[in-house]
């Protein structure tokens, strides 16, 4: 399988992540990145290894076949049309964009042009999220019937260098966090079908704690605190609530329960962690993740904590299902039925009533079991 050439365009805090996993990868190689601020793009790509490249230029070279969009949320539709626009596939930072109604012209533009779209997250691939969808597959908890999901914080302000765009329209928990949590379920128990939601914004103003903008005031504009639930097609309800005016929690971030047993998924922030899994009324046990590939810690925390962090690989499964002519398993008609759901969750909280969600999506194909990138091809 030939190398895929790859473009990056935002040279934000994320694209770090992207960077590292991309220089650990066989398949595919960075050859420029680009963002409004050149200094950002030239010190991005002298760490790298790579060109610094205006946004139009990168988006003329020839070799350049899938271009990463790393930009804020906001800017995700407009940045897409022009990829799209230069005849290049996408693959975006979540969410797929801002506003659920930019999404579907994207969609359409990529249509017509024969262009594919992919969309983090992508950490339902990791061993941990791999070995709970084998469980429930498997039948190993029975039909699903509920569950629950919680991710809850403080917020990005009091570590992040630049957070006011998270307090932002297209920022928010939801929209934010959200993501990772929807993607996972939708990878587990297949479409949502109907949501309900309450929300509340917590703090008026957040003062930012780090990095040259310490201390300077951002005006929250979004819902920081909401609470949902979600109906499956399937019929399993589960209650979600997504947070950044907490401080400490316990509760698991994902838990599904079963006819015959309850399981534990791991943060689905990251690709690995502990899933544990109960028959019955027996006691908890630890799932083994160790014949699933992307599972094995490879970075520490700003917290110290030990994680497994391979964010690139849906865009290695999309480079390689390009040239195998198979569908890629982070798509776009899955991304636009997350961002659906998500963007349901916070009508639901305006509107005070139910939404029901028209988009559905397939579950996307399993990984097969393996040591890495070999999987893909």
């Known amino acids: 399988m030939r190398e895929t050439v790859i473009g990056i365009i935002g040279c934000g805090v994320i694209s770090e992540a992207y960077l590292k996993g991309a220089g650990r990868s066989d398949l595919l190689r960075v050859k420029a990145v680009a963002d409004l601020r050149m200094e ?20 003329a070279d020839p070799e350049i076949e899938i271009v990463l969009n790393l930009t804020v ?7 897409d049309l022009r990829i799209l626009a230069a005849g290049k596939h996408i693959y975006s930072e979540k969410p797929l ?25 992508d950490t339902f691939l990791g061993a941990g999220h791999q070995a709970c969808r084998r469980a ?7 039909q699903v019937i509920g569950g629950a999901a919680c991710v809850a914080s403080r917020g990005m302000e009091r570590w992040h260098p630049n957070p006011e765009f998270f307090f932002k329209p297209g920022g928010g928990p939801v929209l934010d966090l959200g993501p990772y949590y929807i993607t996972q379920l939708v990878n587990l128990l297949g479409p949502v079908s109907r949501v309900a939601a309450e929300a509340t914004r917590g703090y008026p103003t957040r003062t930012v704690g780090s990095g040259p903008l ?30 950044w005016d907490t401080w400490k929690t316990r509760r698991p971030p994902i838990e599904i329960y079963g006819t015959g ?20 009324d027996g006691e908890w046990e630890p799932l083994p993740i160790g014949a699933h590939p992307f599972g094995i810690n490879n970075r520490v925390t700003r917290l110290g904590k030990e994680v497994a962090d391979y964010r690139i690989i849906g865009l290695l499964d999309m480079a390689a ?23 349901a969750l ?10 029901h969600v028209e988009s559905r999506c397939e579950r996307p194909e399993a990984l097969p079991t393996g040591t890495g990138e070999e999987v893909f091809r």
């Open 261 to 280: 047993g309850s399981l534990q998924n791991p943060d689905p922030n990251f690709f690995g962690g502990e899933p544990m899994l109960t028959r019955e």
């Open 97 to 121: 964009v801002a506003r659920f109604a930019e999404a579907r012209e994207v969609l359409q533009a990529a249509t017509a042009r024969g262009l594919r779209v992919g969309c983090a997250p």
């Open 40 to 59: 950002a793009a030239q010190a991005r790509a002298a760490e790298y290894g790579c060109a610094a490249l205006s946004v139009d230029d990168l988006l």
């Open 321 to 343: 299902a390009l040239q195998t002519g198979r569908p890629h398993r982070a798509s776009a008609e899955m991304a636009l039925h997350v961002l659906e759901v998500l963007d």
């Open 214 to 243: 310490s201390g300077s005031s951002i005006e929250v504009e979004v819902q920081t605190t909401v609470n949902g639930t979600l109906l499956f097609a399937s019929g399993a309800n589960l209650s979600i609530t997504t947070s």
């Open 346 to 355: 916070e009508r639901s909280a305006a509107e005070g009533r139910h939404i």
């Open 136 to 142: 429930v597959d498997e039948g190993r908890i029975g």
């Open 73 to 79: 949320p906001v800017a995700h539709a407009p940045v």
